[in-house]
């Protein structure tokens, strides 16, 4: 199955990564957002980014007008319709989702795959909110979409071959790298990466050394491109703590569960890069 036309649901900068990667490798997208004020904001992240880009030399301007050229943004439901694949990308939270994918089933063509961004959630419930269970995966991009290269697709035991054969097409085509996994609380990577980003938090608590020692000595000593305290930022610490909760929920692993420290700053606002403050301030 050929997967031309794209819908995206969100209003977040993964809906808006996935719509540009989306875009730039030659589908149609339609990027749907809950109100016109989201829409337009999204619209004017998308090319100021798309600018910096032209700017950088990473690409060019016939690049960035063509990419704008593909991208349909709506606050209409229905414009989702005719859509070969959805992709949803709102709020982590499973009654919502399933909200969506029930309405996602009320309103797309039979044939339409729907597909959700979750990075931990149960994509077998959302799938049973449908009709058609057979057609409802997870492909799950990595934040920035534009830039990382991996996909998860995630296969629940409801979904049929075909339709997984063709999630793994599309992130094909998207120039993405995409890796099959079962539908299982965190899939591969958040399952193997947030018992370490929580059990840096238990360092920091514990007094064993400061945010930046930790950070500095995971760079340093491992490799890698960021610390555990400046990706928490950049994920978003409520993001991080909902991700936790899920792991727990599921395999009661202590590693699983969530700091204090951590649901403290969640409750205080201290949400990371997006808030303008977590473990480091970014005012």
């Known amino acids: 199955m ?3 036309r794209i819908g995206i649901v969100g209003s977040g900068i993964m809906a808006s990564g996935v719509a540009e990667v989306a875009a730039a490798h030659g589908h149609e997208v339609v990027l749907r957002s809950r109100s016109q004020s989201t829409v337009e904001g999204m619209l004017a992240g998308l090319e100021k980014s798309l600018a910096k880009q032209v700017e950088k ?16 943004a709506t606050s209409d439901f229905d414009a989702l319709a005719d859509a070969d694949l959805v992709i949803e990308s709102v709020v982590e939270d ?6 969506l994918f029930s309405e996602l089933d009320r309103v797309c063509g039979d044939a339409t795959i729907l597909a959700t961004n979750t990075s931990t959630l149960p994509v077998v419930e959302l799938a049973m909110e449908t009709g058609r269970p057979e057609k409802v995966c997870g492909i799950h991009f990595f934040n920035p979409a534009p830039v990382m290269p991996l996909v998860e ?3 629940p035991l409801t979904a049929s071959d075909e339709t997984v054969a063709a999630a793994l097409a599309f992130a094909e085509a998207c120039g993405k790298e995409p ?14 990466l947030f018992p370490y980003l929580n059990n840096a938090v238990r360092m920091l608590e514990q007094g064993v050394a ?7 000595a ?29 792991l727990y929920a599921e395999f009661r692993d202590p590693n699983f569960a969530p700091v204090p420290l951590l649901r403290r700053m969640v409750t205080a606002e201290k949400l990371g890069r997006k808030s303008g403050e977590g473990f480091y301030s970014y005012r």
């Open 210 to 216: 400061t945010k930046e020692g930790i950070d500095a």
């Open 218 to 246: 995971m760079k340093g000593g491992c490799g890698f491109p960021m610390g555990p305290f400046a990706l928490l930022d950049l994920v978003g610490l409520d993001t991080s703590l909902a991700i936790l909760d899920a």
């Open 2 to 4: 050929a997967l031309t």
């Open 179 to 192: 890796v099959e996994v079962q539908d299982r609380a965190g899939f591969v990577v958040n399952a193997l």
């Open 94 to 99: 499973l009654a919502v989702k399933k909200h």
């Open 57 to 72: 030399g990473k690409r060019t301007a016939d690049e960035r007008d063509g990419i704008l050229g593909k991208i349909r």
């Open 153 to 155: 697709i995630v296969r």
